[in-house]
């Protein structure tokens, strides 16, 4: 057997042959001729020559042995909705959608953008864009209309895919009136809008320009639209980054080298096979969504459940009866939503039959100590930490089981996955820095197939932005700051905007917020670097309490800042110790569910919190204001 070690040095050393085999995990039309041309870096072409299309290896090309067998689980607890669709069913109702698009003049390289709740629609139609070239911007069903507007004039799309609303936690969220403000502020309108609708809310239809989901339907029931063959590089869709650091970035992906990638991750890190049931909790608006409830599964012939409600409703234990239910054997989710399950009764992991389940992966934000013990022993199930980009597309660090199931570090993602020549940089230098030396995660060109080709319609900013930090080296660096052991385990440590300077000593904000984490009554916490006359920058900590009591007066909160200072003084030193800890109810975040550090700092030191196009819940800003101006 091959070890982890040898796999990755090959993925790196002789990429041709590494990935010539990978390529072979997906249907190409036309052979590639090339598997690399990287002759104008950064920019890297995958599999060079060869067409091939994701529909086709997503649904066509199951149909013949696992026609019958579920593709798609629906599942709505907003609703009380329950749909599965086989692959024959899918390929049926992509066809269709396909015909629609096509009938309204969609065609190759034109831009279709999907604004869209979690309904399995959402997912028809990202099949048909890809089925006939066309690219897909989804934007998440939960942005308001400037952000949409803003998506709109970005991706310039010919028709737009919505919906009348959205449901959260049992309540309507419509959908339209927001759309149309949308589309009155943008410079680019679409020229046609097909609705979904789903009787939850009013739907006020433009003439002329509006079109009824299910009366286009009707008039294309029998149509079969072929797949448009690709080349490797025609881009298959654009997708946002979650704007935790500024505005957002239109990442570009291609076509072959994201589905040779996908089916690449789901043999080597997710261990999935074609037969089984893969359980994705994300939301199609996001990248885990695009990777890994559409393309990722469906590509390795697994069944995916799509699922529209929240963790809680109609109680703390819906995710495990899905997976007793369905069998779901591969289970993806994020630190934010296992926390929002640590508040409820553990009882719940206990529940039902998990004997399916084998592995439990969480990605998009750093997953605490605390958290994870809490989750795995809660289920007894291994739980896979994978730290990855919107950029990248698939996970860039993980521990890839399917190679070798290397042990698990408490609050390491793990090792560098094949494909991915990591290494840390030194913010001053850029000079590579050893084991246990802090440093900026950077990652030596070429990206691997599956990452970004470039940011959508400005090739400048892609160079710009990801390429430029490290002087004369092709390095793409993720604005991450990290740690390698000397096993070779990574440890992120904050984003390098985050950086705290005390008295000369750098400190992550990661490192401070795990300490703090760790006292018994802290239920989350955000610590951001304020600009200070004397030490520079002190280090601010926002928490939030699991039980009140301990803060009711003036008094306990004091008692248990110090306290909380304590934990920080015990485990990092008194250098680490935050100069003040606050008390709040709410975090601000953005609306994958991410802390909005940029914003807090901002606040902290007086000035303007900047793009806030992409926050949960404004109003969480004003705790934070509240909180600096109390004492
Ligand atoms: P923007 O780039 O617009 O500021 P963003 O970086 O939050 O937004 P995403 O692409 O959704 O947008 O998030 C990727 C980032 O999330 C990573 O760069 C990293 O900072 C963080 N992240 C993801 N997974 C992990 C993980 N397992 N551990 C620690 N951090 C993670
Ligand atoms: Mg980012």
Not at 422 to 446: C, N
Request: net charge neutral; glycine share 10%.
């Amino acid at each position: 057997m091959t070890t982890y070690r040898e796999f990755h040095a090959r993925s790196i050393r002789d990429k041709d042959g590494f990935w010539r085999e990978q390529a072979a995990l997906v249907d190409w039309k036309k052979p590639f001729d090339r598997v690399l041309d990287y002759s104008r870096p950064p920019f890297a072409n995958w599999f060079v020559g060869g067409t091939t299309n994701l529909c086709h290896n997503a649904v066509d090309r199951h149909l013949a042995a696992r026609g019958e067998q579920n593709a798609l689980i629906y599942v709505s607890t907003e609703t009380d909705q329950e749909k599965n669709y086989t692959f024959n069913q899918l390929y049926r109702e992509v066809n269709r959608f396909a015909g629609i698009l096509k009938g309204l003049g969609v065609g190759r390289g034109d831009r279709v953008l999907i604004y869209m709740p979690m309904i399995p629609e959402a997912m028809f139609a990202m099949l048909a864009c890809v089925r006939i070239g066309a690219i897909h911007s989804v934007v998440f069903g939960g942005f308001a209309s400037v952000s949409l507007a803003t998506r709109i004039d970005d991706a310039k799309p010919k028709v737009i895919v919505s919906a009348d609303a959205g449901s959260r936690a049992g309540k309507a969220v419509p959908y339209k009136a927001l759309l149309d403000e949308a589309i009155a502020l943008s410079k680019c309108p679409p020229g046609k809008v097909v609705l979904v609708n789903r009787g939850l809310a009013e739907l006020p239809m433009v003439a002329g320009r509006d079109l009824d989901y299910a009366t286009l339907r009707a008039a294309h029931m029998n149509d079969e639209v072929p797949c448009e063959w690709l080349e490797s590089s025609e881009p298959s869709y654009i997708l946002y980054t979650s704007g935790t650091t500024g505005r957002p970035k239109g990442v570009q992906r291609d076509t072959g080298g994201y589905a040779v990638a996908l089916a690449a991750s789901m043999k080597h890190i997710f261990c999935g096979n074609a037969g089984e049931t893969y359980f994705s909790t994300s939301d199609i608006g996001w990248v885990v969504g695009h990777s890994y409830i559409v393309y990722g599964p469906l590509i390795a012939g697994m069944a995916t459940v799509m699922y529209e409600g929240t963790p809680i409703r109609p109680d703390g234990g819906i995710w495990w009866k899905i997976v007793e239910q369905h069998k779901v054997t591969t289970m993806f989710s994020s630190p934010t939503a296992i926390r929002v399950l640590k508040k409820q009764d553990p009882a719940f992991l206990k529940k039902y039959d998990l004997s399916s389940l084998r592995l439990l992966f969480l990605a998009g934000e750093p997953l605490d100590e605390p958290t994870a013990r809490w989750i795995a022993d809660g289920l007894g199930k291994p739980v896979v930490d994978n730290y990855w980009q919107t950029e990248t597309g698939w996970p860039i660090l993980a521990i890839p089981r399917g190679v070798e199931a290397l042990p698990s570090k408490f609050g390491s993602p793990g090792v560098p996955c094949y494909g991915y020549d990591v290494k840390l940089f030194s913010e001053i230098d850029g000079a590579e820095v050893g084991a246990d030396q802090k440093g900026v995660v950077g990652i030596e060109g070429p990206l691997p197939p599956g990452c970004m080709t470039t940011v959508w319609d400005d090739d400048e900013r892609f160079v710009k932005t990801y390429w430029t930090s490290v002087p004369n080296r092709q390095v793409y660096s993720t604005f991450d700051w990290g740690i390698r052991d000397k096993d070779g385990y990574y440890f992120i440590l904050g984003r390098t905007d985050d950086v705290i300077n005390v008295a000369g000593h750098r400190l992550g904000t990661r490192e401070i917020e795990e300490s703090i984490s760790s006292h018994p009554n802290i239920a989350e916490v955000a610590v951001v670097g304020v600009a200070d006359q004397l030490k520079g920058q002190v280090a601010v900590a926002f928490a939030v309490v699991k039980d009140a009591s301990k803060i009711a007066t003036p008094e306990l909160k004091l008692a248990h800042e110090g306290e909380v200072m304590k934990t920080v003084d015990a485990q990092l030193g008194a250098v680490a110790r935050p100069a003040r800890v606050h008390f709040v109810n709410v975090l601000p975040k953005t609306r994958s569910g991410k802390l909005l550090r940029r914003s807090i700092q901002a606040i902290c030191e007086g000035r303007d919190p900047g793009d806030l196009t992409t926050i949960e819940d404004p109003t969480a800003l004003d705790q934070i204001r509240a909180a600096i101006a109390d004492r």
